[in-house]
């Protein structure tokens, strides 16, 4: 008896509705009786609703791989746990801080991680599928880049938000009265993205090719 584990694109598009719902779900959990104030909720889940609108509209013209949807979601729960308790009061962040010592709630560390692994990886799929760019020094390299300039734009926007309200923005700013917030986001972000591209062209190598190709 031959066993085929190639999976069907049925059971592709099930996995897909299964992250979708997923995230649908963290989502409805992660506004209801948010910590802070709902601008600080809206300010901080903003990146994941636009996120996942474009991947919801773009689906059948520009599919990713199933493993990126993954990456994808998972990046959203953080963004949304985020969210709810505000950065500075996710329980995750108190028990690192007890473990590690760390003198503040870094839980937003791990967010700026994923700013860095997500756009890094769709930056892969973008070149390889709509330039002419292939080789993998290349695709890294400027994949990184619009990740670490992603991270640089958004640190742009807490400051402008900080600046038209700075009352009711601090949480969304999240600094904790650290003065090198914003170069350690942003150092994180460069992490993440650098780790996802070389593991993800060094030593995955998954084949891009095609508009409905998932892995």
């Known amino acids: ?24 779900l963290t989502m409805l959990w992660s506004v209801v009786g948010v910590e802070d104030t709902y601008l600080t909720w809206i300010l ?11 991947l919801v509209f773009t689906y059948k013209k520009f599919r990713m791989p199933t493993y990126l949807y993954v990456v994808m979601a998972f990046h959203m729960a953080v963004l949304l746990v985020g969210a709810h308790y505000s950065y500075a009061k996710v329980p995750l ?6 473990w ?7 839980y937003d560390k791990i967010g700026h991680l994923m700013q860095g692994v997500t756009p890094g990886l769709v930056m ?8 002419p760019i292939k080789t993998a020094g290349w695709t890294g390299f400027l994949s990184v880049c619009v990740a670490e300039a992603i991270s640089a734009l958004y ?18 700013l999240g600094t904790q009265g650290y003065i090198w917030d914003t ?11 650098t780790i996802a591209v070389i ?12 508009r409905l190709l998932n892995h």
């Not at 008896?1 to 649908?24: D, E, G, Q, R, W």
């Not at 962040?93 to 007890?98: P, T």
């Not at 942003?186 to 993205?193: H, K, Q, S, V």
């Open 183 to 193: 170069q350690t986001d942003m150092f994180m972000c460069l992490i993440g993205a």
């Open 44 to 54: 901080e889940a903003a990146p994941a609703i636009v996120g996942l609108l474009v």
């Open 93 to 98: 962040g108190f028990w690192m801080q007890d």
């Open 1 to 24: 008896m031959k066993i085929c584990i190639i999976p069907t694109m049925n059971n592709i598009a099930k996995s897909h509705l299964f992250l979708l719902a997923f995230v649908l």
């Open 155 to 172: 640190e742009i926007i807490e400051w402008l938000a900080s600046l038209s309200n700075p009352t009711d923005t601090e949480a969304f």
């Open 100 to 106: 590690f010592g760390f003198a503040r709630n870094n």
């Open 124 to 131: 892969i799929e973008l070149l390889r599928r709509t330039t």
């Open 199 to 210: 593991i993800r062209l060094r030593v995955l190598r998954l084949p891009t090719s095609g």
